[in-house]
């Protein structure tokens, strides 16, 4: 199946073995997008490489300036002023926001639910990529965060207007519940497909809300509690099948946990500097030595792991992606179902072929 | 299907969904923090004696897809500052390659370079027409304003400083010299 088939979302193909209609085996196929991100990154110095982590989940660029930005601060021993975490836990909840958004957009579009749901999920997300193209300059390489902080201040107005969108953003939640939630099409296609037992997605290290619509409870804003997680109160929603139906259930919750997470950081949020004092752009040379920066993606789990040799650029750089481990267990999921399922079964992995190929 | 019918009527009826900003007539208000592609900044009316960039090709060594060449000239010139500084005999950016990352502002200890808001750089021609020279980047202080006024108030306010602190210690030099002339000046008798 594919590379041209809508649900592929990019550059991606699926090797299936059919009986019938019925999936006996399958092999995803990708690479056709590898751009060599992590040796690139070990070629150009430890900023340069900021900008090309905009690039890996397009999506989600300022989960992966974060995750970026914790394993330097973590190799060169930088704190955060107070601002800037905020402004981190913002930004970041903000761009979960739109990606279960479009996500949930795109399952229901691999259903056959053409154009409508999707044009509603861009609605919404239109409003977010707009506050971040007045904070950062970009809608989606934002390339805003900096080891020790943000590159800029939010600029005036800028906190009232997410405070606005926040506000607003429960109401259009109720409204994708009452499209989809109890429908009966997506019940049908969703419920008890593609189910994922919780032994194996630890196993298989499956992280995110695939993992959590196992049942299984670990999510890295409570575990690790990096950044300042551990002031705001939230729940983390499990599933209880670990079929897409939890997978879709889960996203949906989490939404509604992330508006109150916003709503607590936009009431909090102190004045101050964005920029650790210390930190330097230009001839930024960290201890030789070794980090492993981690945080909770939309995704899942995002890692990278950096090792320095005291030069202007990492000695070795590494990703951990979310969406290409959350992709291993697509054969497991997918034996055993109609070949119809298959499309909505990795749209329910919620991949972005960027990441996947590095 | 209430809900399908409450968006459809409200696209005719909200207000914040009925406008359709025709485009190229019609354009939306520009956004003070949107970049596109650097541009070199230049003081006065002179583009080529204004320009800011002394070459110090730092952010050639830095920018992350490397689209930033430059070639130093021989000859020298003052700054802001009445420092005799570098300046460029080439400075080319190819866009085709720019990612809009704004490494390039960030690094440059002179404030020569800033990130533009134009976005109309298409050309039938594909590969010549992106190559931007020295000549095609060079844009006036007062274009810095208009586009992006409170970093532009900033940076002017910075500059003013340094300026303003050059003279002083210009002048101290000056009359330290003056008086020195005077104290050894072999024309004049001691005393008269």
Redesign the interface.
């Known amino acids: 199946m594919g590379p041209h088939h809508p649900s592929t979302h990019g550059v991606f193909r699926m090797d299936v073995v059919l009986e019938g209609e019925t999936v006996v085996k399958l092999k995803p196929v990708f690479g056709y997008l590898h751009r060599n991100h992590e040796k690139i990154a070990e070629g ?2 430890y ?6 982590t ?1 690039r890996l989940d397009y999506f989600c660029s300022l989960t992966n300036n974060w995750a970026y930005a914790l394993a330097v601060e973590k190799l060169a021993g930088l704190q955060v002023p107070e601002r800037a975490e905020y402004l981190r836990v913002i930004t970041a909840e903000l761009t979960r926001l739109q990606n279960h958004t479009c996500l949930i957009g795109f399952l229901v579009q691999d259903m056959g639910a053409l154009g ?1 749901p999707l044009m ?1 999920a861009f609605r919404e997300r239109e409003k977010i990529l707009d506050l971040f ?6 809608r989606m ?1 934002c ?1 805003y965060m900096r080891f020790g902080g943000c ?2 201040d939010a ?1 005036s107005g800028w906190l009232e207007r997410v405070k606005r969108v926040v506000a607003e953003y429960p109401r259009f939640l109720d ?1 994708y519940e ?2 989809f939630t109890e429908n009966e099409i997506l019940m049908a296609r969703t419920q008890g497909v593609g189910v994922l037992p919780g032994a194996l997605a630890v196993n298989a290290g499956i992280t995110g809300p695939m993992l959590r619509a196992s049942g299984v409870n670990y999510d890295l804003r409570k575990v690790d509690r990096y950044g300042i997680y551990g002031r705001f109160s939230f729940r983390v929603p499990l599933g209880a099948h670990g079929d897409v139906y939890d997978r879709y259930m889960v996203r949906l919750l989490e939404m509604r946990e992330s508006v109150k997470i916003l709503e607590q950081a936009l009431r909090d949020i102190p004045a101050g500097p964005v920029m650790d004092s210390k930190a330097k ?2 001839g930024f040379r960290p201890k030789p030595g070794e980090a492993y920066g981690r945080i909770e993606a939309p995704k899942g789990e995002l890692g990278f792991y950096l090792i320095s040799d005291g030069g202007p650029n990492p000695y070795r750089y590494r990703v951990r992606p979310p969406s290409f481990i959350n992709l291993t267990v697509l054969e497991d999921m997918c034996v055993g179902q109609k070949v119809a399922d298959v499309v909505i079964i990795l749209g329910s992995v919620d991949i972005v072929l960027g990441e996947v190929d590095r | 299907m209430m809900v399908t019918a409450r968006n459809f009527a409200g696209s005719y009826t909200d207000p914040a969904r009925l406008v359709t900003v025709e485009y190229p007539e019609e354009r939306l208000p520009q956004i003070e923090n949107a970049r596109t592609f650097p541009f070199l900044v230049y003081d006065g009316e002179n583009a080529q004696a204004g320009l800011r960039c002394v070459a110090c090709q730092i952010c050639e060594k830095e920018c992350p897809p490397q689209c930033i060449y430059i070639v130093k000239d021989t000859t020298k010139k003052r700054d802001h500052a009445g420092k005799l500084q570098m300046q460029p005999k080439i400075f080319d950016i190819d866009i085709s390659v720019c990612m809009g990352c704004q490494i390039c502002v960030e690094v440059c200890p002179f404030d020569a370079i800033k990130m533009d808001v134009a976005f109309e750089h298409s050309t039938g021609d594909r590969f010549g027409r992106l190559l931007l020279h020295k000549e095609d980047l060079a844009k006036p202080n007062s274009y810095y304003q208009r586009i992006h006024p409170t970093e532009a108030a900033e940076t002017d306010a910075r500059m003013a400083m340094e300026r303003a602190k050059a003279e002083a210690k210009a002048k101290e030099m000056a009359a330290k010299v003056a008086k020195a002339t005077e104290t050894f000046d072999p024309g004049k008798t001691p005393g008269a």
Request: glycine letters at 8%.
């Open positions: 150009t110095s900023l340069g490489s900021m900008p090309y905009d409508t509603y193209e007045e904070l950062t300059g970009a390489m390339n590159r800029c600029p409204e009452k499209l752009l230009r």
